[in-house]
C-alpha cells in the first residue's frame, strides 16, 4: 500500500526541527520518499505497507536515528503498541519458549513485548500490576492465574485484554491458555506404575501450580498402592521456587538416606532432575535400571543427557502464539471463539524413565 504523495527515496534530506532538535517522522517520510502517513504505517502496522516500502522506512529509521515517540502515538491511535508478559522469574526456563514465539507473534504486528518479573514467595504481582495497568497497554499475559482479588479486579476494571496461561480454572479474568496441573501429576503416576515402579517419591518446588502437581502424583501414586507399606504418603520433599539443579542433588541424597528402597522421582523441573541425574552418577546409581527419573519442561538439554531424560512437554511456543492472536484480534474487535483453551500436556518418553 502506497500514499500517492509517495515519492523516490532520498528526495530530501532530514533537517532537525528548530523547535524541538530531534529527527521526527516527517524527516523519515521525506528521507524514505514517502508520505508520513505511510512512514506511520510502516512504523506501527508493517503487515499494510509493501516490502519496497517497508525497506525504504527502515533505511531511512537507520540513517537518521529516529526514535518513535510511542506516547504520542498511543494518545493519537489510543493503542499503546505494548503487550506487558508477567512471569515469576527470568530464571525460570521453562517459560522462556512462551515469551519469545508471544514477542515474534506480537512484533509481526507492530507490537512489542514489555516483561515482568513478579516472583513466587511475597509476589509482588499486585504492585506490577498497578504500574502495568497504569501505563495502559494493549493487553497482559500473566502466567498462572490470578489469586489476589485485587489484582482481579484491578484487571476487570481496566477494561484490557488479559490472557491468564498454564493453569486452567473455570472463571478466568477474561482468556486462559493452560492445562491441568492435577492431570499431569496422575499422569505420571500411572505411567511409572505402568513400567514396574513401586516406590516413588517427589522433588518439588513450593510454589501453587507445583503443589498441586505433586500432591496428584501422591494421590495417584497411593491409590495405585505405590507407597511402602504403613505409610499414608509418599517421600517428598520442597524448596523455594525457582528450584535448581543443586536442590536436586541434595534432595535425592536426603530422600534415599531415609528411604533407600525409591525406585523413581519425580521432579517439578528439568533443572531439579539434571541435579538428581548427576547426583545419581555420583553415587554411583544406575538410571533407569535402579532408578527412574522424569522432569518437567522438556528444556533443550534433556535430549542431550546421558541418559537422556524423560519429561513431561508443555508447549510453550503454542502458549505465546495463542496468547498473542487472542490479544490482536480483541485489540481488532474481532470475536474470540474460546475464551478457555486446553492445550494439554504430552509425557515425552526417554531413556531416564
Known amino acids: 500500500m502506497t500514499d500517492p504523495t509517495d515519492k523516490p527515496p532520498g528526495h530530501d534530506s532530514p533537517?532537525?526541527?528548530?523547535?524541538?532538535?530531534?529527527?521526527?517522522?516527517?524527516?523519515?517520510?521525506?528521507?524514505?520518499?514517502?508520505?508520513?502517513?505511510?512512514?506511520?504505517r510502516a512504523l506501527n502496522n508493517p503487515s499494510v505497507v509493501s516490502d519496497a516500502i517497508m525497506q525504504r522506512v527502515k533505511d531511512a529509521v537507520a540513517q537518521t536515528g529516529y526514535v518513535p515517540n510511542m506516547l504520542a502515538g498511543g494518545l493519537a491511535s489510543?493503542?499503546?503498541?505494548?503487550?506487558?508478559?508477567v512471569i515469576p522469574t527470568i530464571a525460570g526456563n521453562v517459560f522462556l519458549e512462551m515469551v519469545q514465539s508471544l514477542t515474534a507473534a506480537l512484533a509481526q504486528h507492530g507490537y512489542q513485548v514489555m516483561l515482568g518479573q513478579s516472583g513466587y514467595e511475597d509476589s509482588r504481582e499486585d504492585e506490577l500490576l498497578e504500574a502495568i495497568i497504569g501505563r495502559r497497554p494493549d493487553g497482559v499475559v500473566l502466567t498462572g492465574i490470578m489469586h489476589s482479588s485485587a489484582g482481579r479486579k484491578r484487571l476487570l476494571n481496566s477494561g484490557i485484554p488479559v490472557v491468564e496461561t498454564w493453569d486452567l480454572a473455570p472463571n478466568p479474568i477474561d482468556m486462559l491458555i493452560g492445562f491441568s496441573h492435577e492431570k499431569v501429576g496422575q499422569a505420571v503416576a500411572e505411567y511409572l506404575h505402568a513400567r514396574g515402579r513401586r516406590r516413588v517419591a517427589t522433588l518439588g518446588a513450593d510454589d501453587d501450580r507445583a503443589r498441586r502437581r505433586m500432591q496428584s502424583f501422591s494421590d495417584a501414586a497411593i491409590t495405585l498402592g505405590m507407597a511402602a507399606p504403613g505409610e499414608a504418603a509418599i517421600p517428598a520433599l520442597v524448596a523455594p521456587a525457582p528450584t535448581n539443579t543443586g536442590f536436586g542433588r541434595t534432595g535425592l541424597r536426603a530422600l534415599l538416606a531415609q528411604h533407600p528402597d525409591i525406585d523413581a522421582v519425580f521432579c517439578s523441573s528439568d533443572m531439579v532432575a539434571l541435579g538428581v541425574l548427576t547426583e545419581a552418577q555420583a553415587l554411583g546409581i544406575a538410571?533407569?535400571?535402579?532408578?527412574a527419573v522424569i522432569?518437567?519442561?522438556d528444556l533443550a538439554f534433556a535430549r542431550e543427557l546421558h541418559p537422556a531424560l524423560t519429561t513431561v512437554r508443555i508447549d510453550g511456543a503454542l502458549i505465546g502464539t495463542t496468547a498473542a492472536r487472542f490479544i490482536?484480534?480483541?485489540?481488532?474487535?474481532r470475536e474470540v471463539g474460546e475464551r478457555i483453551l486446553d492445550i494439554g500436556f504430552s509425557i515425552i518418553e526417554r531413556s531416564s524413565g
Not at 78 to 85: D, Y
Open 328 to 333: 490482536l484480534d480483541r485489540s481488532q474487535e
Open 15 to 40: 533537517k532537525r526541527r528548530r523547535n524541538s532538535g530531534g529527527i521526527t517522522l516527517r524527516d523519515v517520510a521525506r528521507l524514505a520518499g514517502v508520505a508520513p502517513i505511510t512512514a506511520s
Open 287 to 291: 538410571v533407569p535400571e535402579q532408578l
Open 78 to 85: 489510543r493503542k499503546s503498541r505494548l503487550v506487558a508478559a
Open 295 to 297: 522432569g518437567l519442561g
